[in-house]
């Protein structure tokens, strides 16, 4: 059965791939963009080393507006982010039939709660997977046997997280992304071990 | 590295054995055994069809008995079968880094919650891991494409839940314990496809 991972190239998503795969899924992994930057070329040569099939899941501008008016006006990214994520899911959901992500047990946000889980597969009549089997120590145990990664400063051009389009977005309607987003670390799957 | 599954041979704990050894655990399927009955056969034999190791964890009985109390008490099971497998998990992890468990995100009991697992993660010094990550639509489409399974009326000698040791204790108390557990339908895992 077909299944769609929101993908980053990043450890969490890539695990909840090879784990979908593994257990015999037909595992398509999706980036969303938002048409302001190609922020997805890194996930997508994630996938490549991984050997999954990635696409582009082009959604309107106007999701990722509303997220930066929310940032913009909260002072902090949190809301935003996981008002794009649940948009994206939503909008998976209307594709596929089975629709998963990288949250873990011990992520607070973007991640969906119980309630709207149940709520999601009611509505859309599909299946909806994250990583909630499993805690940082475990995810940490698998992703060091499982795959190599490549870790570095964040950057535009090596991630493709949310975060990319939306400080590109800040940043043209002359806001400082910079004050709103901590330089931090960028760890990406390059190869699969064994 | 090594994880033990509680395992009864149904198909929630054998899909939560097979994810794991196909993300490459070491894992090794473990029944929890009262004294009062070997009811741990079925789960050997399930176990034996996934071709995974197998092994009997030995309890002692007075836990069981304090369970059968509760559920005399209570007039009904749900607290009692909880309070056992606590004490199940409690003890797999005096002996093994990871320990798991096929409850799965829609069941209410037994079943840990997230405060739950992160003391036990804390206090043992372990990885949890259950079957949090699907529901129950995903558990059916995994379970109907991984495994051969047969389905009859539950009784003594084709289950490895934990009732059947309840019920005979109850039993030999002089207890009617068919009146406190009605009659359902036993799924075992007798084989794995492909």
């Known amino acids: ?20 795969k593994r257990l015999g899924f037909d595992v398509e992994l999706i980036t969303a963009n938002f048409g302001v ?3 997805f070329i890194p996930a ?36 935003g982010i996981k008002y794009i994520h649940n948009e994206v899911i939503e909008a998976a959901a209307l594709k ?8 873990r047990r011990d992520d607070k946000t973007p991640k969906l709660n119980r309630d709207q889980i149940q709520s999601l597969e009611a509505r859309k009549n599909i299946q909806y997977i994250n990583l909630d089997s499993f ?14 990664v490549k870790k570095e400063k964040s950057n535009k051009d090596n991630s493709s997280d949310y975060e990319v389009e939306i400080r590109l977005l800040i940043d043209q309607m002359g806001g400082n992304s910079s004050e709103l ?8 799957v390059v190869g699969l071990k064994g």
């Open 37 to 39: 930057y190609n922020s």
């Open 44 to 79: 997508s040569l994630s996938a490549k080393a991984l050997g999954l099939p990635h696409s582009v899941l082009n959604l309107d501008k106007s999701i990722l507006q509303h997220a930066v008016n929310m940032i913009l006006e909260d002072g902090f990214p949190n809301e």
């Open 1 to 20: 059965m077909k299944a769609c991972v929101l993908y980053s190239g990043g450890k969490d998503s890539s695990l909840m791939g090879l784990t979908l």
């Open 135 to 148: 805690g940082f120590k475990t995810i940490n145990t698998l992703v060091s046997s499982l795959f190599d």
């Open 181 to 188: 987003f901590p330089e931090h670390y960028q760890t990406n």
């Open 96 to 103: 596929y039939p089975i629709v998963a992500d990288g949250t």
